[in-house]
């Protein structure tokens, strides 16, 4: 039944890979190009796209959202503490554990606001939704490696959104598997940590 499961996750991750491929060739059709890493547009798509930006109107926007300004914006101040926070944590955590920390740009990618047909507002609520969709996804690797590494047993019941990791986890009430395996969990950590180091030359 375990190879089963782990055949199953890497036809998951093979899709995801197809997916990611897929949206891939559909930027391209709009005329994305990567450069260094960084999104870049021709001269002329950057000027049909500025053909598409909308002014800034105050005045037409609804008032409950005029309202809510406030309340959204000032969740920047938690979202920060919290990449602050989780950021400190892995350093000494995962230092110490010997596993491998989780790169903070692979998960807060700021690049929207880029976009010539967005105007400026737009281009602030997307470096917000960047940033705070980002360190959320930051966070919740930091604790699934976490689980991984401490309690890496499903749920009796069903958990909506879990982490990649999950679905590799131990039963809920394999006792026996825990005390043969959760070492391995942890030894799983530590060779991801020494492949990721000898691919960068460490």
């Known amino acids: ?30 005329g994305l190009e990567l450069k260094s890493g960084k999104p870049r547009f021709g001269p002329e798509v950057r000027a049909s796209q500025r053909g598409h930006k909308r002014p800034i109107d105050v005045f037409r926007t609804p008032w409950p959202t005029l309202l809510t300004l406030p309340l959204i914006y000032g ?25 491998e920390r989780v790169r903070r740009r692979d998960y807060v990618v700021i690049d929207r606001h880029r ?39 499903k749920h009796a019941l069903k958990v909506k959104g879990s982490h990649e990791r999950y679905a590799a986890f131990l039963d809920y009430g394999d006792a026996e598997g825990f005390v043969k395996s959760s070492a391995a969990y942890r030894e799983r950590l530590k060779k991801a940590k020494a492949r990721a180091e000898a691919a960068r030359g460490d």
Not at 5 to 15: C, G
Not at 125 to 147: F, P, Q, S
Request: proline share 3%.
């Open 1 to 30: 039944m375990a190879d089963s499961i782990e055949t199953m996750i890497d036809r998951l991750r093979a899709l995801e890979e197809q997916l990611e491929a897929a949206f891939a060739a559909g930027a391209a059709t709009h």
């Open 75 to 99: 969740m920047v101040i938690p979202m920060a503490l919290m990449d602050l926070a989780v950021s400190i944590y892995q350093l000494g955590c995962f230092t110490a554990w010997g596993i």
């Open 115 to 153: 976009l010539s047909y967005l105007n400026p507002v737009q281009k602030l609520n997307c470096v917000y939704c960047g940033y705070g969709n980002g360190v959320i996804a930051y966070a919740r690797e930091i604790t699934a490696r976490t689980e991984q590494y401490w309690c890496p047993i």
